[in-house]
């Protein structure tokens, strides 16, 4: 039997029951690119502070359709975000969004499995390597900035550290609210417990 898992830290809030506010920020999201409003993941918890969460689906609208970053490149460097912070939820929205962008199944799998993606594009193993040093001392070399500045430029490297950022943001309010994917999916990194 599957380990029971832990309740998210937040209630969901069902649409005939938002305020004002909390309306305002499912219209914006509905109007936004993504043009679909899912009561789970980031957004749910956003619905309990909908101020916030209206100007970070903004940034977030933009982080995913609007930079100079392919959709390719951008889905990568979330998988490494998710997987480094084994933030459950965002792995479930975006291990099939970086396929469909052109991620291999393989680098996914990888990813996943807390390997470095070896049989990756240049492009991406750079960004990986870029991505985990950033991580890891909070400061990255010369050397790494140059390789992704090599592929991106002036623009794109700004953006790629926003994202970055950004799904960092999302993944400590994933872990923190326990907001995980629906109950019938098998979780990436193995079943979650409550602390």
Not at 43 to 53: D, I, N, R, T
């Amino acid at each position: 039997m599957p380990a029971k898992r832990p309740a998210p830290r937040l209630a969901l809030i069902p649409e005939e029951k938002m305020n004002a506010p909390q309306r305002k920020l499912v219209d914006a999201i509905r109007s936004g690119p993504r043009g679909k409003f899912n009561n789970g993941g980031p957004f749910a918890v956003w619905m309990h502070a909908p101020e916030f969460g209206d100007l970070a689906q903004e940034l977030g609208g933009h982080c995913r359709y609007k930079t100079a970053l392919t959709p390719r490149l951008s889905e990568f460097a979330i998988l490494v975000t998710a997987r480094l912070w084994r933030a459950q939820y965002e792995w479930f929205a975006h291990a099939p969004m970086a396929e469909r962008a052109g991620v291999k199944l393989q680098t996914i799998n990888d990813l996943r499995a807390g390997r470095a993606p070896k049989g990756a594009p240049k492009d991406e193993r750079a960004i990986y390597d870029f991505i985990k040093e950033l991580y890891r001392s909070k400061r990255v070399s010369d050397r790494s900035y140059a390789r992704v500045h090599a592929v991106l430029g002036d623009a794109a490297m700004v953006e790629l550290v926003g994202i970055l950022g950004y799904y960092v943001m999302i993944s400590m309010t994933l872990n923190v609210f326990r907001m995980l994917p629906p109950a019938d999916v098998k979780l990436a990194f193995g079943e979650e417990k409550a602390r």
